[in-house]
């Protein structure tokens, strides 16, 4: 029979109980981190996963307890409604508000989730409205000549919104297949430094995508009208 929390907590650790130290030890601790960045929101969380589980089964609910005893004690102070629901209706959202899918990878340490931003911009800076069409074709007239492609121009327009794909952004643009021209036109912007990777270690990934770096981002505020 299961002893409740409170009994749990006045035993000893032992081969099958054991007590995370707090903040205020003076050992040194692994930490979640939680990044801000212009397009996304990182959080890398210590702890590798568990034999048996993979990226594939936490994305689709599955989940295995680390520590049974903090679970419990979530559990029954109702801070937790269901195990291995938190990742599933973080993806679910994601797509309800048409966001690209997040990224979920190990890392060094633990496991990073990035979750991408509706639409990327500069701290403290407001991007120009998507109704504007006046002010957007004058922007992407400003990036062609600086660019010297008007394909190019187009690509770093689209990227201003959210990370795509080359199916993403060939379809934006009215293409019906990838063509030659936009492989040569992503590897310029590449080349250049105005957009990177979201997958820079799996570059022929099927779930690969294009962003903005920050000099992209100067780019467009420095020639936006």
């Known amino acids: 029979m299961t002893q409740p929390t409170h009994l749990l907590l006045q035993q000893p650790e032992g081969k099958t ?14 930490k979640t981190l939680v990044a801000f960045f212009n ?3 990182d959080i890398e969380s210590p702890g590798l996963l568990l034999p048996g589980m993979t ?28 195990w291995g629901s ?3 209706r973080i993806f679910e959202s994601a797509a309800q508000q048409g966001l690209p899918e997040p990224l979920i990878e190990e890392i060094a340490t633990g496991i990073r989730l990035r979750i991408w931003l509706a639409q990327p ?6 991007p120009a409205p998507a109704d504007d069409t006046s ?12 660019l010297e492609s008007k394909l190019a121009a187009k690509v770093l327009m689209h990227l201003t919104t959210q990370p795509m794909g080359k199916a993403d952004l060939a379809k934006a643009l009215g293409h ?3 063509s030659g021209e936009l492989h040569k036109q992503i590897r310029r912007l590449l080349d250049s430094g105005h957009i990177e990777m979201t997958l820079p270690d799996k570059p022929t990934s099927r ?17 936006r009208p």
């Open 176 to 178: 019906t297949t990838v």
């Open 17 to 30: 109980l054991e007590f995370k130290r707090d903040l205020s030890s003076p050992r040194n601790v692994l």
């Open 135 to 146: 002010i957007l074709q004058r922007l992407e007239s400003r990036l062609e000549s600086r």
């Open 86 to 88: 938190g990742i599933k």
């Open 121 to 126: 911009h500069a701290a403290g800076q407001t």
């Open 55 to 82: 990226i594939e089964d936490m994305k689709s609910g599955i989940s295995r307890i680390r520590n049974p005893v903090i679970a419990r004690v979530f559990r029954e102070l109702g801070l937790t409604e269901q």
């Open 207 to 223: 779930l690969q995508r294009y962003r903005l770096t920050e000099a992209g981002q100067a780019l467009v505020q420095q020639e």
């Open 39 to 41: 397009d996304r929101i």
